[in-house]
């Protein structure tokens, strides 16, 4: 249950746009090789032009941040190494030491063209990347395209090959360790400039080791105090310029004789991973596990809540280390937009839908997590894939009466995911309402309300298994795949919310939809909540549900056996609130009606308002045509001003000629706007 509430408070704060929405870096994908061969290598570059006073992060953050990636959507058959840094800068800010690039960046590609490659190379990106001013941080993503025609005339960036430490012959260099003092001794040829900062690129130093470095006429020394990681026998690799500026690699080695002590660090984090995340698919797959590493799969979509909520484990330091430590393959299985081949692959580990996440090894077997996944999680799961051992979050084998079982739970932990939060407020609403109200009345408004859940769950499982009879691929939230039904949604969000903000009166029947807001409309106002709660849960997956979906949606299931589980699944969720109707001393507890619901009911737009940003964020990613989601926007605020002009001159108090005017003057709008938006949908 405390994981749960975590898991809540978190999405929260995911759903929370952040303070800046205007990014102050402009990045773009360039060409720096001006003749494509066949068959051959081209560099490319990730190209950041940071506004003054804002930076982005070395592939070594430092105390804080995070490295910019660079995940391939379309690689047009070319095939891609790491980025390539160039040599950093030390900030420090008030003792938080970080390493970081300011102005114009390139992060250089090397790219192999294909030996068939003919015509033109259409590249596309997505790049993430985390920018900071004295003031904070913000991440933001952008997708990248790149045109690069094959044979000579491509336009080429300059860019100084000086910078990049990578691009040179490695300077060998030795290293003795003597009271937690790590002493570097480049080659007398190199001509390495011991005055300026070297950078370690892993957290064998701490940030603040490498502000306090020492030199003296031919060695460099670092204090390895509170280095985030154990320096073991082995290399030291560094990035250093020489006297004339130009950036060289330093791997040093352990001096002839010389040991490295294993308490010669304390390790109070782990280091962060800066392993990339590559796209998923069956042939990236076989090839890495053909080589014998280890596979993390991570089967993912925008719209998917509770997938985001579980990318935040990935940034926690110990499981980063950990991944990078095992040398893990991080896999990318995007199911934002339709996808057969990911849909597919998802049955195959008794799933649905996603977020879905395992671990593969070739003669080990499959590791799958579960739904919401933890620290731990990850880490035991790690842990026993790599010793060959059997992790399994759920075990396959239950009984029918268990899985229904699961069903039912998932079904009421479904009111404990962020997606259903927004509406969560609407029912507290309701139930404050009703609060010394007749019991017939709000014993009926309560099955009414799982009557909607319940029929809501049982449409969404018809369509499903029509879908599927029809050789579609669909499973759990698929209708979040389809931009105009994110679109509808989005707008519903926002309509409701204004109306709880007392922008407008929606009307005794959807008003009622507000939990009952209106005592004639309480019934039907009941009954589409219910509706409501469902649209707004399945993005979300709760624990023990998506093994229950994958159960009852698998090919040998009857359809009867699958309908009977989503009607589980919404008795579950509606459970909580029938409760509470049947049982309505529980709802003495609530203070009595009064102003406070007033207060309360406006409150509960914000959440609704923040869910629209979050869906007008999915939609940015499903929809590749800016423009559109630019209009859509725009939309919002003209939708939100029709309903202003609605509340401002419908109201009762106005003349019958006021109220004619301006709602029919409100109607067209809103609906004029919402047609343009459904007619160029992309």
């Not at 995070?66 to 391939?72: G, R």
């Not at 899985?403 to 404990?416: D, Q, R, V």
């Not at 308002?609 to 919002?636: C, H, K, M, T």
Request: proline share 6%.
């Amino acid at each position: 249950m405390k994981r749960l509430l975590t898991l809540l408070l978190l999405g929260c704060l995911w759903l929370t746009p952040s303070a800046d929405a205007a990014s102050h870096t402009k990045v773009d994908l360039v060409n720096l090789t001006p003749d494509i061969r066949p068959g051959q290598k081209a560099w490319v570059a990730v190209r950041f032009v940071c506004d003054e006073h804002f930076h982005i992060y070395w592939k070594n953050p430092g105390d804080a941040g995070q490295s910019p990636t660079i995940e391939w959507q379309d690689a047009a058959g070319t095939t891609s190494g790491p980025l390539t840094y160039p040599g950093p800068k030390m900030l420090d800010q008030k003792g938080i030491y970080n390493f970081v690039h300011e102005y114009e960046t390139l992060l250089l590609l090397e790219l192999t063209i294909p030996a068939n490659a003919t015509g033109e190379l259409n590249l596309k990106a997505k790049v993430e990347w985390l920018e900071c001013d004295d003031k904070g941080c913000y991440p933001f993503d952008k997708e990248v395209s790149l045109k690069l025609k094959v044979g000579p005339g491509n336009a080429a960036a300059k860019y100084d090959p000086k910078l990049y430490g990578d691009l040179r012959p490695t300077v060998r260099a030795s290293y003795t360790v003597k009271a937690d003092t790590l002493t570097v001794t480049p080659p007398a040829e190199a001509k390495l400039a011991l005055s300026k900062v070297w950078f370690p690129e892993r957290g064998v130093l701490s940030p603040e080791g490498v502000f306090t470095q020492k030199q003296d006429a031919t060695t460099k020394s670092f204090s390895l105090k509170d280095a985030s990681e154990k320096l073991e026998a082995g290399p030291v690799v560094f990035v250093a310029q020489d006297t004339s500026g130009t950036w060289y690699r330093v791997e040093a080695l352990p001096a002839a004789g010389s040991a490295t002590p294993a308490s010669a660090n304390t390790t109070k984090e782990m280091p962060k991973s800066t392993s990339a995340w590559l796209p998923w698919s069956p042939e990236a797959e076989a090839k890495a596990l053909a080589a014998g590493q280890t596979v993390y799969i991570d089967f993912t979509a925008e719209w998917c809540a509770t997938c985001q909520i579980n990318k935040r484990v990935y940034k926690h330091d110990v499981v980063a280390a950990a991944l990078a430590d095992k040398g893990v393959v991080l896999l990318k299985a995007d199911w934002t937009k339709k996808d057969a081949v990911i849909a597919a692959e998802l049955t195959k580990y008794g799933r649905s839908g996603v977020p879905c996440n395992v671990f593969l090894k070739q003669g080990a077997p499959t590791a799958l997590l579960s739904e919401v996944i933890s620290d731990d999680e990850v880490l035991a799961a790690l842990s026993a894939i790599s010793a060959g051992k059997e992790y399994r979050a759920t075990n396959e084998s239950h009984g029918y009466v268990v899985w229904l079982l699961l069903a039912f739970g998932g079904g009421a932990l479904l009111n404990l995911m962020p997606c259903v939060f927004p509406v969560i407020g609407l029912k507290v609403l309701g139930f404050a309402r009703e609060a010394g109200a007749d019991r017939g009345v709000v014993v009926r408004n309560g099955l009414l309300y799982s009557l909607g859940v319940v029929l809501s769950f049982l449409a969404l499982a018809g369509l499903i298994l029509a879908l599927k009879a029809g050789g579609n691929s669909v499973g759990w939230g698929f209708q979040m795949q389809s931009p105009g039904f994110v679109l509808g949604t989005c707008v519903l969000m926002v309509t409701l919310g204004l109306s709880l903000a007392g922008v407008f009166e929606i009307g005794t029947g959807l008003a009622g939809t507000a939990a009952g807001a209106e005592p004639q409309g309480g019934a039907s106002g009941a009954f589409f909540s219910g509706v409501l709660a469902t649209a707004v849960a399945t993005p979300c997956t709760a624990p023990g549900l998506g093994a229950a979906l994958g159960f009852a949606l698998d090919k040998d299931r009857a359809s009867g056996e699958t309908l009977l589980f989503f009607v589980v699944i919404g008795l579950g969720m509606a459970i909580p609130y029938l409760l509470l109707s049947i049982f309505p001393k529980l709802t003495n507890l609530l203070p009595r009606p009064g102003e406070w619901m007033e207060t309360l009911k406006q409150a509960m737009a914000f959440p609704l308002f923040a869910y629209a940003l979050y869906l007008l964020w999915v939609l940015n990613s499903q929809v590749e045509d800016r423009g559109w989601v630019r209009d859509a926007s725009l939309g919002l605020a003209v939708l939100a001003t029709a309903c202003w002009i609605w509340g401002r001159w419908g109201a009762p108090h106005r003349t019958d000629r006021e109220r004619l005017i301006g709602k029919t003057s409100a109607v067209l709008l809103y609906v004029l706007t919402l047609a343009h938006l459904y007619w160029y949908l992309p």
